[in-house]
Structures are given as structure tokens and as C-alpha cells.
Nanobody
Framework: QVRLVESGGGLVQPGGSLRLSCTTSLGKILGIYAMGWFRQPPGKQREFVAS???????DYADSVKGRFTISRDNAKNTVDLQMNGLRPEDTAVYYC?????????????????WGQGTQVTISS
């Protein structure tokens, strides 16, 4: 059973920063997977935020480009999301996930596996 544990959320004022971290139980096989962050704003569906492939190619939702940075440390089994310039519309529960990456075919996310998420609230 794969475990994903997200942490680092909190209450931040607009313009502030947070760094989220996801620890996985994937072990050595983490290196073969793409990793990603998703979020679910209040009353809305879960949406893609950012991804990083096993060759460190990154992708971002248009709404976070230039503000968020995804990174991974396979040795530590972690994937992080540095969030700067936070806005009220970034308020959501943030989740990480993993999946197979196929060049030209995107990532097939393992949507049966979700952690508990970490709450991010942006408010003055």
C-alpha cells in the first residue's frame, strides 16, 4: 500500500510564501514515477497544480506559473512545492500524487492513492 503524507500548509497573508512537502512510501521506485501536486479549493473539484517527471521536467498550471516551484528528492522520498506570491484564490487543500509519464502522452496519475492533504489558507 502506497502512502502519501502531505505537510507544510497553514494560514498566510496574501503575498506570503509556504513550502509544502510530500513524503512517500514508494522507496527506490519513486525514481521511475512522475510526481505532482493537486489542490481542491472549497466547493470545487480537485485540480492540477504542478508536476515533475522522473527526468525532472516540470509543468505548471497557468494560474501558478512563475509563483510556484516543484522539486523532488528521490533519496529522501519527497516532493516539495515552494509557493510564493500567494493569493486568496490559492486557498485549498493540497495533495500530492504519482504516476507513469509517457512522452507525448502526459502522466497517468494514480488517482486511487491520495494522502490526507494539507490545508493552505490565504487570508488577511
Amino acid at each position: 500500500q502506497v502512502r502519501l503524507v502531505e505537510s507544510g500548509g497553514g494560514l498566510v497573508q496574501p503575498g506570503g510564501s509556504l513550502r509544502l512537502s510530500c513524503t512517500t512510501s514508494l522507496g527506490k521506485i519513486l525514481g521511475i514515477y512522475a510526481m505532482g501536486w493537486f489542490r481542491q479549493p472549497p466547493g470545487k473539484q480537485r485540480e492540477f497544480v504542478a508536476s515533475i517527471t522522473n527526468d525532472y521536467t516540470t509543468d505548471y498550471a497557468d494560474s501558478v506559473k512563475g509563483r510556484f516551484t516543484i522539486s523532488r528528492d528521490n533519496a529522501k522520498n519527497t516532493v516539495d512545492l515552494q509557493m510564493n506570491g500567494l493569493r486568496p484564490e490559492d486557498t485549498a487543500v493540497y495533495y500530492c500524487n504519482f504516476g507513469d509519464y509517457r512522452p507525448g502522452g502526459g502522466v497517468n496519475w494514480e488517482t486511487d492513492y491520495w494522502g490526507q492533504g494539507t490545508q493552505v489558507t490565504i487570508s488577511s
